[in-house]
């Protein structure tokens, strides 16, 4: 079982900046296409970003367009998600999720990359806040 361990999460003032980063246990990452989703407190689970398995396809949400950057690393088989401009609608839990489809977020497979049932693994998430 592929095991995601996220971090980076934390406070921060409107319109500050974190970069939440996610990695394999096992360091396997590489061979999965991820993606990040949020879940706030009394509201839905949100697809906001993915990667496709070698980083040349990304999506994002419209929430969160412009604003985050999801990017990856060969070298330390690490996913990143930058996020700039941070509001307080922004504050929730994040999670890291992986499949091991080489279509996920390409467009291609004939399914939405930004939605739960696309994943199969998923770490136990990280707290961001966006508070003055």
């Known amino acids: 079982q592929l095991q995601l361990v996220e971090s980076g999460g934390g406070t921060v003032q409107p319109g500050g900046s974190l970069r939440l980063s996610c990695a394999a246990s096992?360091?396997?990452?590489?061979?999965?296409?991820v993606g990040w989703f949020r879940q706030a407190p009394g509201q839905a689970r949100e697809g906001i970003s993915c990667?496709?398995?070698?980083?040349?396809?990304?999506d994002y949400s419209a929430s969160v367009k412009e604003r985050f950057t999801i990017s990856r690393d060969s070298n330390t088989h690490t996913v990143y998600l930058q996020m700039n401009y941070l509001k307080p609608e922004d504050s929730a839990v994040y999670y890291c999720?992986?499949?091991?489809?080489?279509?996920?977020?390409?467009?291609?497979?004939?399914?939405?990359?930004?939605?739960?049932?696309?994943?199969?693994?998923w770490g136990q998430g990280t707290q961001v806040t966006v508070s003055a």
């Open positions: 999720v992986a499949a091991p489809k080489v279509s996920l977020c390409t467009g291609y497979g004939g399914y939405d990359s930004l939605r739960s049932d696309a994943y199969e693994h």
């Open positions: 990667i496709s398995r070698r980083g040349g396809y990304t």
């Open positions: 096992d360091g396997t990452l590489d061979y999965y296409g």
